[in-house]
């Protein structure tokens, strides 16, 4: 009886860490943004030019996105191959790990809303729920303001 009683405190120790990290786990490591805005973006000629000022001069999601000749000075980007991804930040670059990045062209981002863009950008978690590594600086673009936003969703439009 003895053995049993301690049998069951152990059994029911388990559960109640097993329920904690689970609920740790729901709670701290996934992100909880809510679903993605219903908002749509039309890409006029202004916001298209603001847009690319800002992807190329100021958030630099173009650097990033794009492949780069890094045997010459300043690893220019490589023409044509603007935002399709294909950098890898591994150990060759120092980086712990490996985090490859992704294609965001028009092509790859077409099932996409302009919400989940919005999302995206402003707080890192993907189409699909799943949190975007902050390798891409989305702390710093949740403070753009919504309009800078809207511009970088209609110049990748
Ligand atoms: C410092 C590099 C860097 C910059 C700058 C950057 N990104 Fe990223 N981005 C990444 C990486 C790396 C990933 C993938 C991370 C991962 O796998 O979790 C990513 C993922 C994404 C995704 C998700 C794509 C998918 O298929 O899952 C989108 C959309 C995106 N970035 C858009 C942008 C936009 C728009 C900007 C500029 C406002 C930007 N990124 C700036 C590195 C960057």
């Known amino acids: ?22 609920i ?6 996934l992100p909880n943004v809510g679903p993605p805005e219903d908002i749509h973006v039309t890409p006029t000629a202004q ?3 603001r847009g690319e000022y800002l992807a190329n001069h100021v ?34 670059v120092s ?15 077409k099932d996409w809303t302009d919400g989940e863009i919005f999302r995206a950008i402003t707080t890192g978690v993907r189409k699909d729920g799943v949190a975007i590594f902050p390798l891409m600086p989305w702390p710093s673009y949740s403070k753009l303001a919504r309009e800078d936003v809207y511009a970088l969703i209609a110049y990748h439009a």
């Not at 009886?1 to 689970?22: C, D, E, G, N, P």
């Not at 780069?68 to 591994?90: C, I, T």
């Not at 980086?95 to 790859?108: C, D, E, L, R």
């Open 1 to 22: 009886m003895k053995k049993f009683k301690k049998v069951l405190l152990y059994l029911v120790i388990a559960i109640v860490l097993v329920v904690v990290s689970a």
């Open 59 to 92: 958030t630099l999601c173009v650097d990033c996105h794009s492949q780069r000749d890094f045997s010459r000075y300043a690893g220019p980007l490589l023409d044509g191959k603007l935002g399709q991804g294909g950098e890898v930040f591994d150990e060759k």
């Open 95 to 109: 980086f712990p790990g490996s985090v490859h990045v992704p294609n965001i062209t028009p092509y790859k981002l």
């Open 47 to 49: 916001l298209v030019a």
């Open 24 to 29: 740790s786990y729901i709670t701290l490591c």
